[in-house]
């Protein structure tokens, strides 16, 4: 099993600047292979990133002397990258490839064979520039294949790959759960504790917006509006961050509980929800607690429900399935006007959504989308009119 962990560095300056050299080289090197791709196709041969490759190799002593300064993966590793750029645009997954821009995505590859990559505790060994201090120790087991070196606003960062050996994950002991995300508690469970977001994050989002407005005040190209723009970076690099960890904490707690899980399609939610400057951060929220609990369903065998955009999670009795005309954004309280049931707004939406992952048909693995199932839910739901032994859900 390959996993990937990304772990903060402590480089000295010597260290990053020849990080800064590296994402550089990668750079130059993609984006010259960019435009002799297309010089070649143009000319009517036939472009590839193997001979490409092999291209560079031989004018680089003579043209290009100062690229022997970093590990030659960052140069190699530019070049296949820019292959697997064309190939998934001739499969019509990506667009076509342009040419990278300093300061956007900086990276490149530090290492890329088995064994050239070593860690001692907190230590890391690169190619070319020795040992740098890490963050944090490696935290899984196994052999490192590949070490990329990327920026951050002003940090840097390394992302291991790690062939790990494959551990059994005993099966989730509880059934099902719905669970709604939302702007003010992270994530609210149909069963156990509401998670609530970080509060540190709340006081870091306040700040968002005197600071982007001190980037726009400043003149173009000049040395302040770099430092805004780097100020404004860090800040958004710490409260995605620190809702990552929070998110981290409580997607690997619901993978580990529960066979099933609904959640609603998120495309929608992010969109109506806010509409100031942090919605921008709320939305890769989302997208970023769903990428999180599928992986870690994969992991633990837990199947992901998803609802469709047309499920109303909110607008729903969670206890006799009627759906409300109109509920308000402020109002914080579900109240059923056909069987007078009452509940928390988000926890009404979770239940909701366990309702229809518990109802929504078996898969072997992974996410389902739940969308056929929707008529035979409310068709069931309407004979349930009448209060009758889910009372003590209603009470709830
Ligand atoms: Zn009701």
Not at 257 to 268: A, H, K, P, Q, Y
Request: proline share 3%; aromatic share 8%; net charge positive.
């Amino acid at each position: 099993m390959l996993v990937a962990h990304k772990i903060a560095l402590d480089p000295t300056n010597t260290q990053r600047s020849y990080f800064a050299r590296g994402c550089g080289a990668a750079r130059f090197a993609y984006n010259w292979a960019l435009a002799e791709w297309q010089r070649q196709y143009q000319a009517g041969e036939k472009p590839s990133e193997v001979s490409l490759r092999r291209q560079l190799n031989a004018l680089k002593r003579e043209q290009y002397p100062w690229m022997f300064d970093v590990t030659k993966c960052a140069v190699q590793e530019a070049i296949i990258d820019l292959g697997g750029a064309f190939r998934s645009f001739f499969e019509k997954r990506g667009k076509y490839p342009r040419f990278k821009k300093k300061g956007v995505y900086d990276s490149f590859c530090a290492a890329n064979e088995t064994g050239t990559l070593r860690t001692n505790g907190k230590r890391i060994k690169l190619p070319v520039i020795g040992w740098v201090r890490m963050r944090e120790v490696v935290r899984f087991e196994g052999v490192l294949k590949r070490g990329t070196i990327g920026r951050e606003a002003d940090r840097w960062f390394v992302s291991l790959t790690i062939e790990a050996p494959e551990v059994a994950v005993p099966l989730p002991l509880q059934e099902v759960v719905g669970v709604d995300l939302g702007v003010n508690t992270l994530a609210t469970p149909s069963r156990g504790e509401v998670v609530t977001g970080p509060k540190a994050h709340t006081a870091l989002l306040k700040r968002l917006r005197p600071t982007s407005r001190r980037l726009s005040n400043k003149q173009r190209g000049s040395n302040n509006r770099a430092k805004a723009k780097n100020r404004l970076a860090r800040l958004h690099g710490r409260i995605v961050n620190i809702r990552k960890d929070a998110t981290h904490k409580a997607t690997t707690k619901l993978a580990k509980t529960f066979r099933r899980i609904g959640i609603e399609d998120l495309n929608v939610r992010g969109m109506v929800r806010n509409r100031r400057l942090a919605r921008s951060i709320l939305d890769g929220g989302f997208f970023e607690f769903r990428r999180q609990l599928q992986y870690k369903a994969k992991r633990s065998g837990a199947v992901i429900v998803v609802a469709d955009r047309w499920f109303a999670s909110s607008k729903r009795c969670s206890c006799c399935g009627s759906v409300e005309a109109e509920l308000d954004l402020s109002q914080r309280r579900f109240r059923c006007s056909a069987c007078g049931f009452e509940a928390d707004r988000d926890w009404n939406a979770a239940k909701n959504l366990e309702n229809l992952a518990a109802s929504s048909a078996v898969s072997a693995c992974g996410e389902e989308r739940a969308g056929a199932v929707r008529k035979s839910r409310v068709k069931r739901a309407s004979k349930k009119q009448e209060p009758n032994s889910k009372d003590e859900l209603c009470v709830a």
